[in-house]
């Protein structure tokens, strides 16, 4: 069974290292909220985090932030078969929506989907 968190934002203007804080907390917000009727998936997360074995959104943030230019639209974190992805739509200078898939374990990039994405890069 897939445990996914989903946040949907207005676009936060530039994207700024502020902005994806508010992001940020706005998502574990979400957690916290979607927990008290469920089995409390943020608490598994937040440990992971906590002991390393799981990248913080924050460092995902922070890698989209110095190399892509967008508005951050939506933040998805997903639980396939225990294994953590991060997924975050940018909208771009051009109006395009990018989607970006990370590896929560890795931190690595994973897949790139949308238009003129070479037109994001900084």
């Known amino acids: 069974m ?3 968190v989903r946040h949907l934002i207005t676009p936060l203007g530039r994207f700024q290292k502020s902005a994806c ?13 979607s927990s008290a009727v469920g089995d409390q998936p943020w608490e598994s997360l937040h440990g992971e985090v906590n002991r390393g074995e799981v ?9 989209l932030e110095a190399h892509y ?7 998805e974190v997903e639980r396939e078969r225990g294994f953590v992805e991060y997924e975050i739509k940018l909208l771009g ?7 970006f898939e990370f590896d929560g374990q890795s931190g690595e990039l994973m897949s790139i989907e949308g238009a003129r994405i070479n037109d994001m890069r900084r």
């Open 21 to 33: 804080r508010s992001v940020a907390s706005l998502a574990l917000a979400l957690l916290l909220v």
């Open 55 to 63: 990248v913080s959104l924050d460092t995902i943030l922070d890698w």
């Open 69 to 75: 230019i967008g508005e951050v639209l939506e933040v």
């Open 93 to 99: 200078p051009q109006g395009q929506i990018v989607e």
């Open 2 to 4: 897939s445990n996914v």
